[in-house]
């Protein structure tokens, strides 16, 4: 089994930063992708960014440019640097990793954008 701790949610104005973390633990090995997707209040969940084993990211649209993902392998932990925040933004963002052929989901963490 796998574990995913996620960190770094809150409430934020308009135009802020927040930064989100999120730790694997347990049964890890052959852990590949990580990333984070959200789901905003009435809505489906969505991909925000993903990063693989070598670094390769993949971003939203909505979000390039604001939002960047990063990795330590050797931490096995996935961050998400959120910058330039917009109402829109507000949401509950899950971690996620791909470990061979399953995929884990953490508890989400809310993340709330004030106009």
């Known amino acids: 089994q796998v574990q995913l701790a996620e960190s770094g949610g809150g409430l934020v104005q308009a135009g802020g930063s927040l930064r989100l973390s999120c730790a694997a633990s347990g049964s890890i090995l052959g852990l590949r992708s990580m990333g984070w997707f959200r789901q905003p209040p009435g809505k489906q969940r969505e991909l925000v960014a993903t990063?693989?084993?070598?670094?390769?990211?993949n971003y939203a649209d909505s979000v390039k440019g604001r939002f960047s993902i990063s990795r330590d392998n050797a931490r096995n932990t996935v961050s998400l640097q959120m910058n330039s925040l917009k109402p829109e933004d507000t949401a509950v963002y899950y971690c996620?990793?791909?470990?061979?052929?399953?995929?884990?989901w953490g508890q989400g963490t809310q993340v709330t954008v004030s106009s």
């Open positions: 990063i693989d084993n070598g670094g390769t990211t």
């Open positions: 996620k990793a791909d470990v061979l052929w399953r995929v884990y």
